[in-house]
């Protein structure tokens, strides 16, 4: 079975410093997604990538799957107390089921 | 507006009684999947239904039952023999054929008291 490996489990950044979320597939990954997770709450779709050395940016969070489809960044730039939550990232299956990473949990700090 | 509703929001059960959670969507999505979530870590798969009648195991199925009777609907039954039940449930759903994102609910808080 497919495992994700995020890192690092915890951040605890000062506003409007930059940071970065790793995600590495023990598999080739077929679909890669992005999600953020306040505590308690549902998942909130960030961002989906497909294809080797893809990239996508929303507002300040930009997201990139290398060439060989095993490893995916989440990248935010000029960080925000809105971007603090949990950001989990999922591997798709043949049934479009999610295997996820075990999160990191973002503290910003104002 | 269409969307998933998961329903309680917060569940008190006592032990040794099964409880039903509820999950419903109005987005027309063919499959539609139930999650755990502990404290601290990832979700886990516990049952998925890519059509109605039919539902596949996931990785953490033992203590759990589920139904698909209609589209709309994929109850999930937390039962007797789940020896760990205490935990944030979601549940989920996507178009089959379609390369777009899972939708989730917001959750269920199951408390065994």
């Known amino acids: 079975s497919q495992e994700l490996e995020q890192s690092p489990q915890s951040l605890i950044v000062q506003e409007g410093k930059n940071l970065t979320i790793n995600c590495t597939s023990s598999k080739t990954l077929y679909g890669l997604y992005w999600y953020k997770q306040k505590y308690g709450e549902g998942l909130i779709f960030l961002m989906m990538l497909q294809k080797g050395g893809e990239e996508k940016s929303h507002e300040k969070i930009t997201a990139k799957l290398d060439e060989k489809k095993q490893q995916s960044s989440l990248h935010i730039t000029a960080s925000q107390p809105s971007h603090a939550g949990i950001y989990l990232c999922?591997?798709?299956?043949?049934?479009?089921?999610?295997?996820f990473g075990s999160g990191t949990q973002l503290t910003v700090l104002p | 507006d269409g969307g998933i509703t998961q329903s309680p929001k917060y569940l008190f059960r006592k032990e040794g009684q099964n409880v039903t959670l509820s999950c419903e969507q109005n987005?027309?999505?063919?499959?539609m999947y139930w999650y755990r979530q502990d404290p601290g870590q990832g979700l886990r798969l516990i049952y998925y239904?890519?059509?109605?009648?039919?539902?596949q195991k996931g990785d953490i199925a033992e203590g759990y039952s589920v139904s698909r009777e209609k589209k709309e609907s994929f109850p999930l039954t937390v039962t007797s023999a789940q020896k760990n039940p205490t935990a944030f449930y979601l549940c989920?759903?996507?178009?089959?054929?379609?390369?777009?994102?899972?939708?989730f609910g917001q959750g269920t808080r199951l408390t065994v008291v």
């Open positions: 239904s890519q059509i109605v009648n039919d539902f």
């Open positions: 989920a759903s996507t178009p089959v054929g379609h390369t777009t994102e899972a939708f």
């Open positions: 999922g591997a798709a299956g043949s049934a479009r089921q999610l295997t």
């Open positions: 987005l027309n999505h063919d499959a």
